[in-house]
């Protein structure tokens, strides 16, 4: 992980300068607050700001819902409940601003979930730093031969080698050329916004990120699931174990009914109330198609 000796500097000064606040506080995201978190071979995610914490959902759920809520017993009952029947805006009330540097393709694929703020570094007044991921030996695979989006089988020897050199060299070439087209030595040279686009997709950038809680967990569903691209994926788990440190009792109801829950549709619910009363159902007489029947019996059988 590569931190610039300013960004080290202001890292320390932050956390060897606590302030009092009146403010909802969250003991286990303290603990992460500007702390860098290496992430792949140059990246990393720190939290540079955050409002809230479980108590934040609860008392928004109480002012909102009012009478409504008053059979719940606790805030963790509440929050489980908030969660069970997908009412959004109390987790709303909750943000997080994050610092995250990485390569940007994986920030293509990112940037799609638009609920958020971002403001990412700009190649068109500063100069982007030599950086590339490279992936690691066991994560070079081949194609899916089942999954257009999906990775098969991990390559080897000299196939992985070629493409291992060929990533590296492409990388280094494009970044030589990149330099070369710059203003330099007294010379006009290449404007910076004109000079970026010979850039390959591993490079890496940086953006700061904050997004509420609602969206954050719609974002940790997708991208911290183990179907998830692993360059995306590494990034969503580090970020879901920041969350689970500031908000443990969200989380713990987000990990049960999102990340551990499965959502059924009403001919998928027909066919297990059939087989529970001890009827053999079949896919041509479910009413779903052969995709959903693939899908349903490998959670159900």
């Known amino acids: 992980m590569s931190l610039t000796v300013e960004q080290i500097a202001e890292i320390e000064a932050a956390r060897a300068n606590p302030r009092m606040t009146l403010r909802a506080v969250s003991e286990g995201m303290e603990a992460h607050l500007y702390r860098a ?126 493409v291992l050199e060929l990533l590296k060299s492409d990388a280094a070439r494009s970044y030589d050329h990149y330099e070369a087209m710059l203003s330099q030595d007294g010379q006009q040279g290449l404007a910076r916004e ?5 850039l390959p997709m591993n490079i ?28 995306i994926r590494v990034y969503a788990e580090i970020i879901a174990q920041i969350t689970k440190d500031w908000l443990p009792l969200a989380y713990a109801a987000f990990e049960d009914y999102r990340m551990g829950g499965v959502t059924l549709s009403g001919k998928a619910i027909a066919v297990l109330k059939r087989r529970l009363a001890g009827e053999v159902v079949e896919q041509p007489d479910s009413g779903m198609s052969k995709g959903e029947w693939r899908e349903f019996s490998e959670l159900w059988g």
């Open 37 to 162: 978190h290496q992430v792949l071979d140059h990246g990393l995610v720190r939290v540079i700001d955050y409002m809230g914490d479980d108590s934040a959902i609860v008392q928004a759920a109480r002012v909102s819902y009012g009478a409504g809520t008053k059979h719940v017993q606790n805030d963790e009952g509440l929050i489980r409940y908030l969660m069970r029947h997908w009412h959004s805006t109390p987790f709303e009330m909750c943000e997080i601003k994050l610092h995250v540097k990485l390569p940007v393709f994986v920030a293509r694929q990112w940037i799609r979930h638009r609920t958020a703020n971002v403001n990412e570094y700009s190649a068109r007044y500063s100069i982007l730093d030599r950086e590339f991921y490279i992936p690691e030996p066991s994560q070079l695979a081949a194609q899916s031969t089942v999954n257009n989006q999906g990775r098969g089988e991990v390559l080897s020897g000299e196939e992985s080698a070629r």
């Open 194 to 198: 004109l000079a970026r686009m010979n």
């Open 204 to 231: 890496y950038t940086q953006w700061y990120w904050k997004t509420d809680l609602h969206n954050l967990f719609h974002f940790l569903r997708l991208r911290a699931d183990s179907h998830a691209q692993y360059e």
